[in-house]
């Protein structure tokens, strides 16, 4: 389920949660409940391999593309927003910035991005190969600056 801040509210010294179906559920504490942990904890994420990756756009908000459904059998249609076609540029340039990096396919929703990241072989430098958390961590932040400056 996904649930937004509103959803949360407080009750004398708990926190409560208001479920889609009407119900709340108690926690002793007052802190929210901790997120999984992604990746793993002794994995180098530098090496070579292929990743699957989703980006989530802050508070979900449908700003990188819209979705038109098709009539009779065609099959739904994106149209990429101002902001999607940013990201996209930024998706297709990753390899001019990190050689030991390809996208391989990709798929841009209205509030998040698909993507398979194969990194490669270092190429044996004096620097260390980039990791999966640095590549998007530049990817993000080159696009975010990009929509900013819009």
Known sequence: MLCTEREWYRR????????RQGRFLLGGDMTLPKRKATRLKAYDYSLPGYYFITLCVQDRRCILSEISVGEGLAPPVVRLTGIGKLAEEQL???????????????????????LILRMKEGSGGASPSPTVTQVVGVFKSLTTGCARVR
Request: hydrophobic share 40%; net charge positive; charged share 20%.
């Open 12 to 19: 004398g010294s708990r926190l409560c949660l208001l479920t």
């Open 92 to 114: 297709q340039r990753i390899p001019e910035r990190f050689t030991t990096a390809a996208v391989e396919k990709y798929v841009i929703m209205p509030n998040h991005i698909h």
